[in-house]
């Protein structure tokens, strides 16, 4: 059930929400981000805040096992844990009251990492695809190719309207000499830089910056609205710590 969920696209809420109704426990979800909560209807708010502490950090919860500790607490969990599509670490922590964890909800937590892994893998090719897209438009940009009136509109599909005033700067890898960048290491640069662009935009610059990398250049290229105050400020910002 939680694979043809993953499948069908519910997202990694729905994906919790239904690991709660098989397990009768809180789930958590942890792929790097903010977690996904869920918890059961009749959970009790006492447990609810430390579930909540327990996912933000702040909280220790222990590990199911079958004697020790973990018996004699209020709250315990089981645990799913393995390698994210998108690099890193997935978990799937189901959490509720010793007793409550039967050999069911360990069940339900290895089901729920497998069908969260599609689930990122699922988001994770939808993004690949708009970031092609988005660069293809980027690269029409740069070269300045293409009738003007059909480029405005695509860029502004994928996130640059032009109508008003835009700083452009592009940010590329050094050149390594590769003979095939796409296949080695020259590549895996451009995407490592792409990624630590993209990262600092989302922490830091929310929708003041949009970022796109374009293969045909071989640079990632960051655009900035004219209309933010101290134009240009944000993208010096942010070039340095690019490349830290």
């Not at 950090?57 to 969990?77: D, Q, T, V, W």
Request: net charge negative.
């Amino acid at each position: 059930a939680l694979t043809a969920a993953a499948v069908g696209g519910v997202g990694l809420r729905g994906l919790a929400n239904q690991m709660v109704e098989l397990s009768g426990c809180a789930a958590i979800i942890g792929d790097g981000g903010d977690p996904t909560i869920a918890l059961p209807p009749d959970f009790d708010p006492r447990y609810a805040e430390q579930v909540e502490q327990f996912a933000r950090g702040s909280h220790s919860i222990p590990e199911m096992e079958g004697s020790g500790e973990s018996r004699k607490a209020e709250l315990a969990r089981v645990l799913a844990t393995g390698r994210s599509p998108r690099g890193g670490f997935v978990s799937v922590s189901l959490v509720g009251p010793p007793e409550s964890l039967s050999p069911v909800a360990g069940l339900v937590a290895e089901s729920g990492l497998t069908a969260v892994t599609i689930e990122l893998s699922r988001t994770q090719a939808g993004e690949e695809v708009a970031q092609r897209i988005g660069g293809d438009v980027v690269s029409e940009l740069v070269r300045g190719e293409g009738e003007a009136r059909d480029l405005m509109a695509r860029a502004k599909r994928v996130g640059f309207d032009l109508e008003g005033g835009w700083i452009a700067i592009a940010l590329a890898p050094g050149d390594s000499g590769e003979e095939n960048p796409e296949d080695g290491p020259a590549e895996m640069r451009l995407r490592q830089l792409r990624g630590a662009v993209e990262r600092i935009v989302r922490a830091g610059s929310g929708d003041r910056l949009n970022a796109a990398s374009h293969r045909a250049s071989g640079a990632v290229t960051l655009f900035q609205s004219v209309a933010v105050n101290a134009p240009g400020m944000d993208v010096r910002r942010l070039v340095d710590r690019a490349y830290r």
